[in-house]
Nanobody
Framework: VQLQASGGGLVHAGGSLRLSCKAS????????IGWFRQAPGNEREGVSC????????TYADSVRGRFTISKDKVENTVYLQMDDLKPEDTAVYYC???????????????????WGQGTQVTVSS
């Protein structure tokens, strides 16, 4: 399974973007999904995570209160609504599945796979 992230772009600080995570022939609602990001020269870091059937959400401290993760069963899509964006949010954003659905830590990139192609988010000051 490969996930596809989209919806990135260039915005001014304080602006908003909504990222989408989709997969073909795979029901995302059944599984935990994580959003991660990687800025140039930095390691990949966890941003947010949502449980199977949208049971429970987790956010990195740096985005809590500004980002919202959600699932749309009809659209088979996981969204990351990003508000009040800051220049430090600039990165390539990826969505991913846990390697082991029964044992993983949200926000820990090493526990995730099926990265797919990310989407670039650039926030200008």
């Amino acid at each position: 399974v490969q996930l596809q992230a989209s919806g990135g772009g260039l915005v001014h600080a304080g602006g908003s973007l909504r990222l989408s995570c989709k997969a073909s022939h795979f029901t995302l609602d059944y599984y935990p999904i994580g959003w991660f990001r990687q800025a140039p020269g930095n390691e990949r870091e966890g941003v947010s995570c949502i449980g199977p059937y949208a049971t429970g959400t987790t956010y990195a401290d740096s985005v809590r209160g500004r980002f919202t993760i959600s699932k749309d069963k009809v659209e088979n899509t996981v969204y990351l609504q990003m508000d009040d964006l800051k220049p430090e949010d600039t990165a390539v954003y990826y969505c991913a599945l846990p390697k082991d659905m029964t044992s993983y830590m949200c926000l820990h990139p090493g526990d995730f796979a099926s990265w797919g192609q990310g989407t670039q988010v650039t926030v200008s000051s």
